[in-house]
Every structure is written in C-alpha cells, then in structure tokens.
C-alpha cells in the first residue's frame, strides 16, 4: 500500500508536487517539456501580445531624421533610418509583431546603394518631391503621398536629385521572414544600378488597363510599382460624390496588383481612406494590427478603451490586434495604413468585427 495514502492532505499534495518537479527536471534535459504548463498561453481565447497602441509625431522624428543626417551620410549607414519601435516590443525593430517600419532620409546629392534582399518593401513619401527610387533598372520620381513598392529581391536605390531633403515612411516584412528563417541579401557593388527602362514603364505596361499581350504573371507584388498619390487622390475625390460612406472606415480602398486583382504585395496590404469633416467613425477592430499615416486633415483616434491619438498630416500611430479603434477626424482626412491583412487571409486566419465592442 502506499504509505502516501494515510498522509495529511497537505503531506500528499507537498509529494504529488515534488514527483512532478523532477519528472519536469529530467526530461527537461532532454529538450521535453509539458504542453499542460504552456498551453493557457499558446492558445488564448483572444489575440494576446505585447504589441502596445503608439504614436509617433512627425515634427520630432523630422528633427531626430536631420540630426541623423549631419552625424551619418546615407552612404555610411546604407540606409539612413531611424526605426520606429512599438513601446511594448522595444529592442526587436518592430512596429507590430509582425512588421518594421521606420522613417528614411535621403539629403539633396545623395544616394542610399543599391542593394537587395528578400523582405518586402513598401515606401510610402511623407515630405519632399524630385527625388527617385530605382527598382530592377527602372526609376520613378517620388511625390508625397505616393506609395511605392520593392519586390522580394529586387535591386533598388534611393536618389536625391531635388534642392530638399526627403523624408518617407518604409514598411517590410522583416519579423515574417525573420519567423520563416528565409533571409537573403546582397550588395550591388556601386550606387546606382543600371537604367534600363524609361521613366514610367512599367506603369504603361501595367497600370492601364492593358497588359502585355504574352504576359505571365510572377511573383507576388504588382508590377506597377509606384502608385501616386495625385491619381489615388483624384479616385478618392470621385468616389465621394456617391456619399456611400461605410459606418467603420468612411471611404476606404485598397491597393491591387493589376494582374490578380489582389492586395498589391504578399505580405503586406496597404490602404487609402477618406475621412470628411466630422464623421465619427463607429468601433471596429480586425486582426491584422495596423500602422495608419494621415496624409491630409487632422483629428483623434480613439483605440480600445482610453488611448487617444491627436493627429495631423505625417504623424504615425498603430492599433494593435483586436483592439477598437474609432476615428474622429476635425477636417476632410486622408489616412493611409498598411498591415498584415494579406497572410492573415491567405491562412484564413483574419476576423473582424464591426461596431460591436
């Protein structure tokens, strides 16, 4: 008989504890662990991270930006950017869990190397005009508000040929491929890559209503890969005349691949939104923690129960998984984001819920 049996409650329960501890211990050197200990935090019944609502101001990472560029010249750190770190995932160079994002400089005269790698891409102009951005030997001259796009292993350099500095928002997939364990990249060997295709090829290739007739499609990101912000405005101001606002978004659109018709890269989807003067938008949260840049207006956000953004044009702020968010802008906005929206749906993963929280 066990002689544990006959033990006083709290006896038993003091070696029932102690047994689990060194069978934890033992296969524990053995690279084992027990799910029953982790699972409640593996499976949670809502999203659950450490991914924090933040915001950032334009004025002060513009003043950070030039100080940058009279320590560094963007030759020296390749990429002159400052990152922009969610406050509950410092020291990780994220903005999300799963993407980077950071504010790039490029001073008049200068040149950013060419390079590549396998992360993707997306620069969205946040002050400045004249500048260029080559991409696989083709260059497109960059205006605020456009958004641009660097495929998976695409050759790209960044130019200042303008009398003022430039200043863009960058988002990549760094997190994901980091996950995926799938990181290549290489160095061109000199500044600027060859030219090779003229000023806005790719564009009448692609990006009106015509294709190549003996086109096959490649790849995940749309081969028009400078969307300005001058015709996406235009669409936008079109579109409004209709007065079909959605209680959740205003008038919200996203940016296609032409070919395919889906978000205009893989892993990143990337959004333009119409705000009028004093629409308040009803309670909306997804799954896809999402990085929005006003490009016109300015307003407040309100996420989850009581982090308010004040906004304007340039600042950046972040609404994490499943958190609300409501917007409530003081004039006629513009607001452009971006998130993970098109892995989440690809892995049918992305929910959402309109106005019921």
């Known amino acids: 008989m066990d002689t544990n049996l006959n033990a006083a409650p709290g006896t038993q329960d003091a070696a029932v504890e102690a047994k689990r501890q060194e069978f934890y211990g033992r296969i524990g050197q053995r690279n084992m662990t027990p799910l029953w200990l982790s699972l409640a935090e593996l499976v ?14 334009f004025d002060e990472i513009r003043a950070a930006m030039m100080e940058a560029g009279s320590l560094i010249t963007a030759k020296e750190a390749e990429r002159r950017v400052l990152v922009l770190e969610n406050p509950g995932l410092r020291g990780q160079s994220r903005i999300t869990t799963s993407l980077y994002s950071g504010v790039q400089l490029v001073l008049p005269g200068e040149v950013a190397p060419a390079h590549r790698h396998t992360q993707t891409a997306l620069r969205f102009v946040l002050e400045g005009s004249g500048a260029y951005t080559a991409v696989n030997g083709e260059r497109t001259i960059m205006e605020e508000g456009d958004f641009i796009i660097t495929p998976p292993m695409a050759w790209h350099d960044h130019g200042n040929d303008s009398d003022r500095p430039i200043f863009w928002l960058d988002g990549l997939d760094i997190p994901v491929v980091q996950l995926l364990d799938a ?21 009448a290739r692609f990006g009106a209503n015509l294709l190549p007739v003996d086109h096959k499609a490649s790849g995940g990101s749309s081969p028009v890969f400078n969307y300005p912000y001058a015709r996406t405005r235009e669409a936008l101001e079109r579109m409004r005349r209709a007065e079909a606002w959605d209680p959740c978004h205003g008038l919200k659109m996203r940016y296609a691949n032409p070919i395919t018709g889906n978000h205009a890269m893989a892993t990143m989807g990337t ?9 308040a938008t009803a309670a909306y949260r997804s799954t896809d923690a999402t990085v929005f840049v006003p490009m016109e207006g300015r307003g407040r956000s309100i996420i989850g129960d009581d982090f308010v953004v004040e906004w304007g044009k340039r600042d950046v702020f972040v609404v994490p998984s499943w958190k609300s968010v409501r917007h409530e802008p003081a004039e006629d906005s513009v607001l452009f984001s971006f998130s993970d929206r098109p892995i989440q749906e690809a892995l049918h993963l992305w929910r959402e819920d309109r106005g019921n929280v």
Do not use: M, Y
Not at 46 to 52: G, K
Not at 183 to 199: I, K, M, N, W, Y
């Open 44 to 57: 949670t019944p809502e999203p659950r991270s450490a991914c924090r609502p933040a915001s950032w101001r």
């Open 183 to 203: 990181s290549f990249a290489e160095h061109l060997g000199q500044d600027e890559q060859p030219v090779t295709r003229p000023l806005g090829d790719s564009d």
């Open 271 to 279: 959004f333009i939104q119409l705000l009028p003067k004093d629409f």
